[in-house]
């Protein structure tokens, strides 16, 4: 089809006008978006990044440090174990939310009776305020007045009051549940509208090529769900490990630092040390290792291209 | 009304106990919840437990509303988080859209910042946000929360659309605009009734978001009509006194609205995907 | 004669301009957390509207903050410019608060003579650099609560010094309805890591001969390292390993120990007397089993007892500085304190209310001892960050993550970093 038009120029930059066109309407559809987030997320976010750099206390004291707050919270063996601290609290969470939310969807994508009386009651957990669910799970893990102790001892499992938040192992595992309780529901619905948009005939074809039940959600329900679980593990585990409510309301990040997650190690810095810049260079660190983890699993996990 | 096309398969007789299993581990807390909220002051701390109330009354649930200006609190977070949805849902649905589809500059540099924007821990970003509404005189108001809200929401709603919007073919945009369709017209009349579902989910999650937020609307209102529903319940949490049975009704009043939005949303939900299930 | 018709004139038309500005709708803002308390807020919205009953065109707007978040917010209001015309400042915080330029000259606004009427204890505490940062309004007097009924009905006396305490602790733990089960306990402790928790330490360390931070000069030293410090670690450790403490030591915070003394769990604790009424609203059943004793301190030492103070400071920007200082007074007068005391059980400042003979009550006896013990809170701007180093460790000693030794140690090694990184 080419060899007969005259060798042109590479039109290497220049579109036709119906592309730049199109381009000029692509732009339109996002620059409502587009602005809110340059006004609202560009600011904050560089402001952050330049206070990191000062002693202050944001009001009358600005002395420029450099990166040595950077360079001192690196160097703390108590930042870098509340990194890892929550780390692992963002995996198990993030990891128990998939689990849970994925088998409850597949289960609730069936023709099960009173499909929707079950899927409005294990909705509800999502619908509490965090500062709510917070609450009424260290009331339940009281030592003397909770509910946990109580049927323990009724059915015999213990015989004295545990103090279950008092003790490091079991005070994580708690924010890990608590949590876990918490979050599922919102990856349960995703995974039931991802279940939902993959055409049965899919089922079909790998029934029909003597695929069980647990075949066709290996080969058919999984790869139809990753692009949609795919991006929920990057913002499920990010939210996490920012995540501060749950943890500060039911340990405050203790006993002693059992719990100590790293937004509350900031917020602490913060609002009870009031050093901000301080603060802000933990946050910032927190930032790269965000981003560092988001790279990464891109370069794992890719998703399909537009 | 049968909606077998909803469904996937048969049910697996397993299901059962495994869903009765889950449900039983959701409704205890929210079974003690509601046995506190019924109990009396003097039964809160008693040894051996109280499981039910012995003399059950709605004295917490009255006390609520009486001693606190809870009707305030709940008026600002509807008005508040509705408004804050309700743009959030516009721009985010637009710019998926306008994502899905088109190619321009600087396309790329903003699919990657609504990832990047999400990883910044909330707890450094309330001084510049202070410091914007201050300068705004958006402070202790509920335009400045929406504002708030909606900037929080914006980058995961977008992110949303834009993976609802992937998964609708391009054929369809292409049909139409064979058809003599402009892209806005292309926009309203084709794609965006087959968006609704995605729409409905990012909703819900806009929705929840800003009614359950509890750290900013804490340090950027001041005055108790501007208070939301989350910090009213803060408050609840003294020094010195935990009124467990104030709290737990607070966090009653709370869920409501959102169950009721939720159900009336989630009928929406199966209808238009029964629908979506028809067409195709 | 025209000069004084005209003066006359004039005086009378500035008397009428004055008399409109003073009907002028005014708003006056209060930072307070006392406002979102149960008993305390109901009394303390009862002053403001008299007030404003007496001030018809003035508008008191309270902005309330649970009292864990107050410091917090006092300094995000400051950073934003939008601080309120009165706020509550402590001994803890006005180091800060000074630091951040957000206090006016109270001497000024309040008047030198003011000042005058207030106890000597309290008023020492509000200073800094020779400087009143706030007019005192309470005191909770940090002492030994006890339940004076548990300690007849066993025969002991409350306890002098520690090894007294831990046998009294012991012997006070007990199974009231024998069912092999312990129902009450001895001592309620106290072990949240935060400033309740950790302020309740620091009477406990003092009490054994060491300071967590003192004034040397223009530095500060800390007393975490000696011999004394450790002992108090080990006391904690030790009352807990006794059994006589109630379990979950670590997530027993003020209003969790509240709640066992009130039901029955525990028959001691450190604190002030506003617990009476806390636990009273809890379990009415406890009027006249609770009092107030000094606390048990290790031979040749005087117990240190912290007040608990909060006042109210006038903000430094604010445009309403007289009738801010009219409120403050109001607020202060011999009526209003007594009425408060009467509400709340805190103690009043201003000596003409302390006069009264209703503040004298048995079960506040042993409180009123204590306050005699006040000291001074340590000014240093960083003294807030002290509660978590004391936390970290008395937590850890407690679990048993740490020797008393160790978490003496590491006491000292972090407040040393906190001295050398704000100098």
């Known amino acids: 089809m080419s060899d007969a038009s005259p060798p042109l120029p590479p039109p290497a930059r220049k579109r036709s006008p119906a592309a730049a066109a199109r381009s000029r309407t692509g732009f339109a559809f996002v620059s409502p978006a587009m602005l809110v987030m340059a006004l609202l997320v560009v600011y904050p976010l560089a402001y952050g990044i330049y206070i990191s750099l000062f002693r202050t206390n944001l009001l009358n004291r600005w002395d420029f440090v450099g990166l040595t707050f950077f360079v001192q919270s690196l160097s703390d063996p108590g930042f870098l174990r509340s990194l890892f601290i929550t780390a692992l609290y963002a995996i198990l969470v993030v990891g128990g939310h998939l689990i849970v939310g994925v088998a409850l969807a597949v289960v609730l994508a069936t023709q099960i009776r009173m499909r929707l009386l079950f899927r409005a009651i294990l909705i509800l957990p999502w619908l509490f305020p965090e500062v709510v669910v917070a609450l009424i799970f260290r009331w339940i893990f009281d030592p003397i007045f909770g509910l946990l102790n109580h049927l323990l001892r009724s059915v015999g499992l213990i015989s004295t009051q545990v103090a279950w938040l008092d003790d490091p192992t079991w005070a994580f595992v708690a924010v890990v549940g608590a949590a876990i309780w918490k979050g599922y529901p919102l990856v349960m619905l995703l995974a039931l509208a991802g279940l939902q948009s993959i055409p049965r005939d899919r089922y079909e074809a790998a029934a029909l090529d003597g695929a069980g039940r647990f075949g066709q959600f290996r080969y058919v329900s999984l790869p139809g769900l990753a692009p949609i679980l795919g991006v929920a593990v990057i913002l499920e585990f990010v939210w996490w490990f920012k995540h501060f409510t749950i943890v500060w309301l039911m340990t405050k990040g203790g006993p002693v630092d059992a719990t100590n997650v790293v937004s509350i190690d900031i917020y602490r810095t913060a609002f009870q040390s009031f050093d901000f810049g301080r603060a802000s260079a933990m946050a910032v660190i927190v930032l790269f290792i965000c981003i560092a983890f988001a790279i990464a699993y891109r370069r794992m996990v890719p998703d399909e291209q537009a | ?280 | ?423």
């Open chain 3, 1 to 423: 004669m025209k000069l004084s018709i005209l003066s006359t004139v004039l005086l009378g038309l500035g008397l009428t301009v004055a008399g409109h500005a003073a009907d002028e709708p005014v708003t006056l803002t209060v930072l307070s957390s006392t406002i979102v308390e149960g008993p305390e807020g109901k009394a303390e919205q009862g002053y403001a509207d008299a007030f404003m009953e007496q001030h018809p065109n003035v508008t008191i707007e309270f902005i309330g903050v649970p009292a864990n978040e107050l410091y917090a917010k006092t300094n995000a209001l400051a950073i934003s410019g939008e601080m309120p015309d009165v706020f509550l400042n402590s001994p803890e915080f006005m180091a800060q608060a000074d630091d951040l330029g957000i206090v006016a000259d109270m001497q000024e606004v309040l008047g030198a003579d003011y000042f005058d009427g207030f106890a000597k204890g309290p008023l020492a505490q509000s200073v800094v650099d020779g400087e009143y940062q706030f007019a005192p309004w309470f005191t909770i007097p940090n002492t030994l609560l006890y339940r004076r009924d548990v300690f007849e009905q066993a025969g002991v006396e409350p306890p002098t010094d520690w090894s007294e305490f831990r046998k009294v602790a012991r012997e006070l733990t007990v199974d009231t309805d024998g069912d092999g089960q312990t129902d009450r306990w001895g001592f309620a402790l106290v072990g949240t890591n935060n400033g309740s928790g950790a302020g309740r330490f620091f009477l406990v360390l003092r009490a054994h001969g060491a300071e967590e931070l003192a004034a040397d000069g223009d530095a500060w030293t800390t007393g975490f390292g000696t011999p004394e410090a450790q002992a108090a670690f080990q006391l904690y450790a030790d009352v807990v390993a006794d059994g006589s403490v109630p379990p979950g030591p670590l997530q027993t915070g003020y209003g969790e120990a509240v709640s066992l003394i009130a039901s029955d769990k525990a028959a001691m604790m450190i604190t002030g007397p506003h617990t009476i009424g806390a636990v009273l609203d809890q379990n009415p059943d406890m009027a006249g089993k609770l009092a107030g004793a000094l606390l048990p301190t290790v031979e040749g030492v005087e117990p240190d007892i912290n007040l608990g103070m909060f006042g109210w400071a006038i903000a430094a920007d604010s445009d309403q500085k007289e009738l801010a200082a009219e409120y403050v007074r109001f607020v202060l007068e011999r009526d209003n304190q007594v009425a408060w005391n009467l509400a709340t059980g805190r103690l009043p400042t201003r000596l003409d209310a302390l006069q009264d003979p209703q503040i004298a009550r048995p079960e506040l006896a042993g409180f009123i001892e204590a306050a005699e013990y006040g000291y001074q809170v340590p000014t240093a701007r960083f003294y807030p960050d002290l509660f978590s180093v004391a936390g970290d460790n008395y937590q850890a000693v407690i679990i048993g993550r740490k020797s008393a030794a160790e978490a003496a140690e590491d006491a000292a090694a972090q407040t040393g970093r906190l001295i050398d990184n704000n100098r």
């Open chain 2, 1 to 280: 009304m049968s909606k077998p096309s909803a469904a996937i398969g048969g049910a697996h007789p397993l299901f059962y106990p495994l869903l009765l299993v889950a449900c039983a581990i959701v409704l205890l807390p929210v079974f003690w919840m509601l046995s506190t909220a019924l109990k009396d002051e003097t039964e809160l701390f008693r040894d051996p437990l109280l499981l039910w109330p012995e003399k059950p009354t709605l004295a917490a649930f009255r006390s609520v509303f009486e001693d606190y200006p809870f009707a305030a609190y709940i008026r600002n977070s509807l008005v508040v988080v509705v408004c804050a949805t309700a743009i959030s849902l516009t721009f985010s649905t637009l710019a998926g859209y306008g994502l899905s589809r088109f190619r321009f500059g600087g396309r790329g540099a903003f699919l990657a910042f609504l990832l990047l924007s999400q990883m910044f821990p909330s707890v450094m970003l309330i001084i510049p946000y202070f410091k914007i509404l201050k300068s705004a005189g958006l402070l202790d108001s509920r335009l400045g929360l929406i504002v708030t809200y909606v900037s929080f929401t914006i980058p995961f709603c977008t992110w949303m659309m834009y993976g609802y919007f992937r998964s609708i073919p391009v054929e369809l945009d292409e049909a139409a605009a064979i058809d003599g369709c402009g892209s806005v017209r292309t926009f309203f009349t084709v794609i965006l009734p087959l968006a609704l579902p995605g729409m409905v989910a990012t909703a819900v999650y806009a929705f929840i978001t800003g009614w359950n937020e509890y750290l900013f609307a804490l340090i950027l209102t001041n005055s108790e009509e501007q208070k939301t529903l989350p910090v009213g319940i803060g408050q609840l949490i003294g020094q010195y006194r935990i009124e467990w049975n104030e709290l737990m009704a607070a966090s009653i009043y709370s869920t409501i609205p959102l169950m009721v939005f939720f159900l009336f949303l989630q009928r929406y939900l199966i209808s238009s995907l029964t629908a979506g299930a028809v067409k195709s």
